[in-house]
């Protein structure tokens, strides 16, 4: 039997609440759940579309708090979200650009700094250079250490 469905994709934070309030309140991800049935674990889960859930976990020690890399969210109007996002104070590595197969994409930081691809949903591939969007000013990132941040 073939597996069937992604469902669930642990994130690594040091802090539930602060996490929370970046998924849901600057994302646009939805609450899916908190659970604190397991004594001492406190389940925080956010989803996009009810399917599958990021599970925002402080309880794994082989999993530090901003260890995740490779998480891709699909954005409607990448630019848009950039820009947003961007003036909300999210840390990017740049603005949108062409990925490996062409599909526009960016890649930003939680407050922890795992690190999430912001991925266009539209079929069209950058083709040339993608416009300089403003954004803030950036240190450079000599680390990718939560306690460099």
Known sequence: MPVEDVITVSVPVTDQGRALAFYVGTLGLKLAG???????????????NGATCLSLVTWFESMPP??????????????????????????????????????????????DGNAIVLQSDRTERMTREPRKLARAPQAPRTSLSPASR
């Open 34 to 48: 908190v659970d604190e049935t397991t004594l001492g674990v406190r389940r925080v889960q956010v989803t996009v």
């Open 66 to 111: 901003g260890c995740l890399r490779g998480l891709v969210l699909r954005s409607s109007d990448l630019a848009a979200d950039y820009e947003r996002l961007v003036a909300a104070g999210v840390e990017f590595d740049g603005p949108p650009f062409a990925g490996p197969d062409g599909t526009c994409q960016a890649v930003c930081y939680d407050p």
